[in-house]
């Protein structure tokens, strides 16, 4: 009897611990699969990343993350998901849009300010020059203390210059008109007028009846001495330069224009000055007077004279001024910030941002550009919402996926990368 309990007790402890053994076994593959489906689960949302690329240059692919040898930039990652392919564009996660700065504007209307601006430089008016030379021959009894660059004043003397040969011609005129020989002193009236002396001379000859053989030679205008060719002793001949002197009362600026803005600048147009080094109350205006016809050969610019008066005398030659030449004001056109436009070299590129975080490039046509904002004649409308800045990330990622640029109306879409800009140099 204690051997059969013995038996059945045993019995029954091996059936009890091959049941848990079998819960075990059903908890522990329950649990298995819980996790394989967790796990297939975050595979799925997690795409795997095939590579790494510089944004600035997305044809060059790198196995790790870290920064570009490039360019001071994180490497971004490209994942498997080829979900942001797309033929309404290129989908941007918000936080790579948040971490690079993109920006987003809106399409506007609006009066383009046509007024050109240039650098100028403040020179000399060339045709307010005056040649102070000598009416007849002698010598330089005296100079007064001028050299090139002083600033003289219509009247000043600039020599003293002694003429034998009026000595003797102004002796022989006032014995004529003492004997009352009038014919004779009308001769002799008439050479003194040859040998240079000018009527205010011989009319202070015949009203004092003194010889007078130094005469003054004096500035005829205020201005600057270009030149002064004289010094004491100096033996003049008839007709020789003494002094060149140009005048200040008006300057002339030189503004570079660009060719392709020639078209906009005409003569008598005015001209907004601000001066380097003068303050903003004297800033002045002037007027075109002039567009030389040759063509700048290394810079490619045409040169436009502006003529400006100038009182006071507090614009010098050699300043540099900023022009600004002033248009009528123009018709409404669509609008958009120049830097929201990429230049290729064979196209214009706007990026029109789409619902979803979605961009899609766009071919346009520009016109003017003038103060920060540039014509758009095709391509936008009103209220379209476009990349401002940051646009080298869409730019890239439209590269990578060979994203079909939206052409101009009546053209086809070519699927190349957007910037159409080759890589840089050692990439």
């Known amino acids: 009897m204690k051997t059969w309990t013995v038996g059945v007790i045993s019995l029954l402890s091996m059936v009890m611990g091959a049941l848990a053994m079998w819960s075990l076994g059903q908890y522990t593959a329950s649990k298995a699969i819980l996790v394989s489906h967790a796990g297939s689960s975050i595979t799925a949302t997690t795409p795997k990343v095939l590579y790494w690329y510089d944004p600035m240059n997305p044809q060059q692919h790198f196995n790790h993350p870290g920064k570009s040898p490039y360019m001071d930039m994180a490497l971004v990652a490209k994942y498997a998901d080829n979900s942001e392919k797309s033929s309404q564009g290129i989908a941007i996660s918000g936080a790579q849009v948040q971490a690079l700065g993109m920006r987003i504007g809106t399409v506007k209307q609006g009066i383009l300010a046509k007024n050109l601006e240039a650098t100028a430089l403040v020179t000399y008016n060339d045709r307010d020059v005056s040649i102070l030379q000598a009416r007849t021959a002698g010598f330089i009894e005296h100079a007064t203390p001028h050299a090139v660059g002083d600033l003289v004043h219509t009247g000043d003397i600039l020599a003293w210059l002694r003429v034998p040969a009026w000595a003797a011609a102004q002796a022989d005129d006032l014995t004529l008109r003492h004997r009352g020989l009038p014919e004779l002193a009308a001769a002799a009236h008439q050479r003194l007028q040859q040998?240079?002396?000018?009527?205010?001379?011989?009319?202070?000859?015949?009203?004092?009846?003194?010889?007078?053989?130094?005469?003054?030679?004096?500035?005829?205008?205020?201005?600057?001495?270009?030149?002064?060719?004289?010094?004491?002793?100096?033996?003049?001949?008839?007709?020789?330069?003494?002094?060149?002197?140009?005048?200040?009362?008006?300057?002339?600026?030189?503004?570079?224009?660009?060719?392709?803005?020639?078209?906009?600048?005409?003569?008598?147009?005015?001209?907004?000055?601000?001066?380097?080094?003068?303050?903003?109350?004297?800033?002045?205006?002037?007027?075109?007077?002039?567009?030389?016809?040759?063509?700048?050969?290394?810079?490619?610019?045409?040169?436009?004279?502006?003529?400006?008066?100038?009182?006071?005398?507090?614009?010098?030659?050699?300043?540099?001024?900023?022009?600004?030449?002033?248009?009528?004001?123009?018709?409404?056109?669509?609008?958009?910030?120049?830097?929201?436009?990429?230049?290729?070299?064979?196209?214009?590129?706007?990026?029109?941002?789409?619902?979803?975080?979605?961009?899609?490039?766009?071919?346009?046509?520009?016109?003017?550009?003038?103060?920060?904002?540039?014509?758009?004649?095709?391509?936008?409308?009103?209220?379209?919402?476009?990349?401002?800045?940051?646009?080298?990330?869409?730019?890239?990622?439209?590269?990578?996926?060979?994203?079909?640029v939206r052409p101009l109306p009546g053209g086809s879409a070519v699927t190349s990368p957007a910037s159409g800009m080759p890589p840089m140099e050692g990439m």
């Open 195 to 404: 040998l240079g002396m000018s009527t205010t001379e011989i009319k202070a000859l015949e009203h004092d009846g003194q010889v007078h053989d130094v005469v003054p030679l004096r500035a005829l205008r205020s201005g600057v001495l270009m030149s002064v060719e004289i010094r004491e002793g100096m033996t003049v001949e008839q007709g020789q330069t003494i002094a060149r002197i140009n005048g200040l009362q008006t300057i002339w600026l030189e503004a570079a224009i660009p060719q392709s803005q020639a078209s906009a600048v005409h003569v008598g147009q005015y001209a907004k000055i601000t001066i380097d080094g003068v303050t903003p109350e004297n800033n002045c205006q002037g007027q075109v007077m002039e567009i030389l016809p040759a063509v700048n050969d290394n810079s490619r610019t045409l040169t436009v004279r502006i003529q400006v008066d100038n009182p006071g005398y507090r614009l010098h030659p050699g300043m540099y001024a900023h022009v600004q030449l002033l248009q009528p004001q123009g018709i409404i056109h669509i609008l958009v910030p120049s830097e929201a436009v990429l230049m290729t070299g064979t196209r214009s590129l706007v990026f029109l941002a789409e619902p979803d975080n979605r961009y899609q490039p766009v071919e346009v046509r520009v016109g003017a550009e003038s103060s920060g904002m540039t014509e758009i004649l095709q391509g936008l409308q009103p209220g379209d919402r476009i990349v401002l800045s940051g646009q080298f990330l869409v730019d890239s990622e439209a590269s990578l996926e060979n994203l079909p």
